[in-house]
């Protein structure tokens, strides 16, 4: 396949908006890489690199702790928490996302499910000791971000962690500028999470490795 993969996305992308659905996209993005058609341009066949860095940085303990992956994707984030000793649910909308994921880690101690960030179980309340969000925010309309920035607060369980991973808008980028998908987040969206009893601890603009003019928001919380 020789297309840009972005171009893709964003024409499959633009087919589920134009039909009001702002999520359904991404079942058909990860159908159509699984029969061939698309490439997912976020699944680069391991974990997120920001996220490799802060497990070597904090080298957590899982033990006896529970995690959860937002939006799992394939499951490389999950299978690198998994094996720090978490108990660790991951969940995305697409089922296709998670079959696939289920199929490339088959000796999985992951718990793979079918869930929608905006609808989520209720037994999910503030049930987690570590929540790790990665570039699911940025997957939706701006319009949604905040609702989906107060669901995944609220996965935080008394004590736990929040890690944040997440494109960075330019400061002078308005809302009408963005055509996405991704609508990067701006610092103010990256400072909402800290509400509701989360505390902000660490946050870096970090550039992209592969492209030094983007960058990427690396924040943490917890919850007090």
Known sequence: MTEDPDVVTRRIARASLDRADATGWFEDLYAAAAEGTAVVPWDRGTANPLLQEWVTESAPDGTDKTALIVGAGTGWDAELIADRGYDTTAFDISPTAIETARRNHPDTKAHYRVADLLAPPPEWHRAFDLVVEIYTVQALPINLQPEAVDRIRDFVAPGGTLLVIAAARPVDQPDEAVEGPPWPLTRATIDSFATS????????????????????????????
């Open 197 to 224: 009893g989360l505390r902000q601890i660490q946050i870096a603009r970090v550039p992209n490795p592969t492209g030094p003019s983007l960058h990427r928001w690396r924040a943490e919380y917890l919850r007090t």
